[in-house]
């Protein structure tokens, strides 16, 4: 039994996400073998090769793969994936937009953002933004699943010795192409991957005031998120949201400033280990889920608390 | 151009679910029902296209139970031409809901099909991308922004890093994401005409289609609940809890 596992990787670097999906693909028994598809990947694959537990590392390295298109990963993935009992990858926006073609390819279904492997062909995973857990078993012959990251420890980046090998040829399906892309550009860290998240939302009243958020992140180390009130209302930009339909994170310390806590918000951030809410509205379904519940404007607290760091 | 749009029943975003006490499911009796956020995006996206001039004929399918005839209507009411109701009471899995959608797609050659990026009750986000898989169309998926130009739909995709936009040939299929637009309410001369409107009634063995579930739910439980903690008198003693009791910062 051998599970292929697709790499996240970036600018020539492999991205964290990849370790804590090599680690639910190990508990999912069998050799795990990589695969860095993409352009001008070299150097991730190189980064590849020293995971953990890794047996194996492909390298499709083609202009046809530089920009993650779905339709010509597809095929690579579909081609490739048919010898495999698994193929998995992270649930992040590259993996929920090329993993289910794959799986529509192999005639296969898909199990997305799982948090656990009870066994070879069972998982769970949460439905009604996360208000429930299904456990679901799968009969399919190759098992198609996405990872959410934060529910399972990462392996070591380092220890490993795979060998390398070059996937020949390229898969170009000629349907689509890559126009432009406006990356957000930000000096701290990484939204899923961040120790400490301090998140704003309508309370904020405006994107202005989100510095003072972000006085306090520089000063913690923490990364920016926020609620889908705050990115609705142009505060910030849509790739710092936090919720069922944002991004998925469990921080060490969870900070929501202005945020009441609606169902989908608390979908995306419910897994951190400590929350702080802060509040003017003791009411605020936030409080029920905060380890730390402050009762108070947050113009007057979020500057205090930057003061006492 | 002709468009297709996927439509889903689902709880109401604001419910709040509650698990069966035997684990087989979430209870829906007498609980309200609504037409899936990022549905009624994919039909107002549709709808503006025609209202752009772009588009000529806006076609609504979705499958389900007869009660499904609602979210149907609802988009008909918005201003789609006519629907499908492809009736089933079985629970239909993302595979099959794309094979499903394929059968109409062959039939009503469609130039872009919009569906919604995910529904809130599975959360799967899989049916436009099997979709467009099946069909061997170009996807573009998490849509923030949809600009038809000639033969190609330019689609701005929201990606973990930011945004990226993507040329696809058409046919193709879109997906919506809660970006793309700000979906308008039924006017009520509007719920009445759309009474008048046709609604075809289908079903997945007319379509030639057989429902093949790979997946078997084992259970379906709480999650883990978190209690609620202390609240604090002032910052001073919230620096100190996280910095003392939880060892945070």
Redesign the interface.
């Known amino acids: 039994m051998s599970i292929l596992v697709i790499a996240d990787h970036e600018n020539g670097s492999l991205k964290a996400a990849t370790l804590n999906v090599v680690s639910a693909a190990k508990a999912m028994g069998g050799d795990v073998e990589l695969l860095v598809v993409g352009e001008n990947c070299g150097a991730a694959a190189e980064a590849a090769a020293k995971v953990e537990g890794v047996s194996k590392v492909l390298v499709a390295d083609n202009a046809a793969y530089g920009h993650q298109l779905a339709e010509n990963l597809s095929l690579l993935v579909a081609d490739l994936g048919k010898g495999y009992s698994h193929i998995v990858a992270s649930a992040g926006t590259t993996g929920k937009d090329f993993l289910p073609r794959v799986a529509a390819l192999l005639d296969v279904a898909q199990i997305s953002d799982i948090v656990s492997v009870e066994s070879a062909d069972t998982f769970k995973r949460p439905i009604y933004a996360g208000n429930a857990i299904a456990t679901v078993q799968s009969s399919d012959s190759v098992k198609v699943i996405t990872v959410r990251t934060t529910a399972f420890d990462p392996v070591s980046a380092e220890g490993g010795s795979a060998s390398v090998e070059n996937v020949d040829g390229a898969q170009d399906a000629g349907i689509s192409a890559f126009v432009s892309a406006e990356i957000a550009k930000s000096d701290r860290p990484d939204l899923t991957s961040a120790e400490i998240v301090v998140s704003g939302g309508r309370g904020m009243q405006n994107g202005e005031n989100f510095k003072m958020l972000e006085a306090v992140a520089d000063k913690l180390g923490a990364a920016v998120g926020a609620s889908r009130a705050a990115v609705d209302a142009g505060f910030v930009p849509n790739d710092m949201q936090v919720g069922q339909t944002g991004k998925i994170v469990a921080p060490n310390l969870y900070i929501a400033v202005g945020i009441s806590g609606a169902i989908q918000h608390l979908a995306g951030m419910s897994g951190s280990k400590v929350i702080v809410a802060i509040n003017k509205d003791e009411e605020a379904p936030i409080f029920q889920v905060a380890d730390y519940g402050l009762v108070a404007d947050l113009f007057d607290a979020v500057p205090e608390l930057d003061k006492a760091l | 151009m002709k468009v297709l749009v996927a439509v889903k029943r689902v709880?109401d975003?604001?419910v709040?679910?509650r698990?069966k006490p035997d684990n087989t499911g979430?209870d829906l009796t007498n609980v309200k029902m609504a037409m899936n956020p990022f549905c009624e995006i994919a039909v107002e996206e549709a709808v503006r296209l025609k209202e752009k001039g772009v588009v000529s004929e806006i076609v609504v399918v979705s499958i389900g139970p007869k009660v499904a005839q609602e979210q149907v209507r609802t988009s008909l009411a918005l201003g789609a031409d006519r629907g499908i109701l492809i009736e089933t009471d079985e629970d239909v899995?993302?595979?099959d809901v794309?094979k499903l959608l394929k059968a109409v797609v062959e039939k009503e050659q469609p130039n872009l099909v919009i569906l919604g990026?995910?529904s809130?009750?599975?959360?799967?986000?899989?049916?436009g991308?099997?979709?467009?898989?099946?069909t061997?169309?170009?996807?573009g998926?998490?849509a923030?922004e949809v600009a038809v130009d000639g033969d190609k739909v330019?689609v701005t995709?929201?990606?973990?890093?930011?945004?990226?936009?993507?040329?696809?040939?058409l046919p193709?299929v879109v997906t919506t994401?809660?970006?793309l637009n700000e979906p308008r309410y039924a006017s009520l001369p509007n719920i009445m005409k759309a009474k008048k409107k046709p609604l075809e009634m289908t079903s997945p063995a007319d379509l030639g289609v057989e429902l093949k579930p790979?997946?078997?739910?084992?259970?379906?439980?709480?999650?883990a609940t978190?209690q609620?903690?202390?609240?604090?008198a002032?910052?001073?003693e919230?620096?100190d809890?996280?910095k003392n009791e939880?060892k945070?910062?």
């Open positions: 709880i975003y604001n709040k679910v698990v979430v899995q993302a595979l794309a990026k995910q809130i009750d599975s959360d799967n986000n899989q049916t991308q099997m979709l467009a898989a099946l061997g169309m170009a996807q998926t998490f923030s330019n995709r929201e990606i973990d890093g930011g945004l990226v936009t993507v040329a696809l040939n193709a994401d809660l970006r790979r997946l078997t739910t084992l259970k379906v439980e709480e999650p978190r609620a903690g202390i609240k604090v002032d910052v001073a919230l620096v809890k996280l939880a945070v910062i």
